[in-house]
């Protein structure tokens, strides 16, 4: 039996698209991302990019939700390209999604980009010319202590560009928005010289009850595949404490238990919470880019 989702995917034509037009499929955390990129990518024979910040990572597994088994024999690209404890940034990604791009478009394969941070996809969709802005030598750290809100308001005092895009889903990449807005003050960027890449973009949108129950039930999965274990190993190879507690949502919380901080009820339930509100906030940055432009064919 065809399900509502397979005849729009049908109507979409996505076989018959041009090669050099990339798929993009994104959506909020555990709405299914993964499973229809690897579907389609069967279907048309295509190759995936992985639009995730943390997937990145080697042995941050659990945590970042690879579930690599599920892409069996289709191909990935950027996971498992960087080190637990070095810092991947945004210009990096635009980097190696254009080697990648660019690599995969000679070969004449078809290519997928599938992720749920934002901020990367509407990047490299529309350019960033704000990427490669260099870092101020020790003004991000002296704000790591601040708390969302107090980083909001201090956001709200810079005059900011009308291309400019902050994701605000979490609070380094409020931080690095603040340290770009405060490089700006002093200095001038040359205009940017990206094109647009040719994408058709599909969004994955549960009804929002049913999106809040499998974040529960996959946190409770991932608590029982060794959630706790994996963050434990990456302490005992010398990831600090510190360094847990940036990448956010289950390393933060998770490190927050191993020292004492929180009991493993306030841990889960805090824990829970806040991945909740990381799902709404990414929700928020997907209706953001459509008002920059970005067509966004949704599937509830």
């Not at 080697?99 to 749920?116: D, N, V």
């Not at 806040?274 to 459509?290: C, D, G, L, P």
């Amino acid at each position: 039996m065809i399900n509502k989702q397979q005849l729009f995917l049908s109507s979409l034509a996505l076989s018959e698209l041009p090669k050099e037009k990339v798929i993009v499929i994104l959506g909020p955390t555990a709405s299914g991302k993964t499973a229809l990129a690897v579907k389609i990518a069967k279907e048309i024979k295509a190759e995936i990019i992985s639009a995730d910040s943390r997937q990145v990572y080697r042995d941050m597994n659990i945590g970042t939700g690879k579930d690599l088994c599920e892409y069996g024999d289709v191909p990935y690209h950027l996971i498992n390209i960087c080190e637990p404890g070095e810092k991947y940034h945004l210009g990096q990604f635009i980097a190696d999604f254009q080697q990648i791009y660019q690599s995969l478009l000679l070969q004449k394969k078809r290519i997928i980009l599938c992720g749920g941070t934002g901020l990367y996809i509407q990047s490299v969709i529309q350019g960033n010319k704000y990427a490669q802005i260099p870092s101020l030598p020790g003004f991000k750290e002296g704000l790591y202590g601040f708390e969302m809100d107090q980083l909001l308001n201090r956001l709200s005092q810079y005059d900011k560009p009308h291309d400019f895009f902050i994701d605000l889903s979490t609070k380094k990449r409020i931080i690095r928005g603040i340290e770009i807005l405060e490089w700006l003050k002093t200095n001038t960027i040359p205009l940017s010289t990206n094109e647009n890449l040719d994408s058709i973009v599909i969004g994955l949108n549960p009804e929002v009850s049913l999106r809040r129950q499998k974040i529960s039930n996959r946190l409770d999965q991932r608590l029982q595949d060794g959630l706790i274990q994996e963050v434990q190993t990456l302490i005992k190879k010398g990831i600090s404490h510190a360094e847990l507690q940036y990448y956010g949502l289950e390393y933060k919380y998770v490190s927050k238990y191993l020292l004492g901080e929180l009991t493993y009820d306030d841990f889960h339930k805090k824990l829970e919470t806040e991945i909740h509100r990381y799902a709404k906030r990414q929700m928020t940055y997907f209706r953001k880019m459509e008002k920059d432009g970005i067509k966004i064919n949704w599937i509830d």
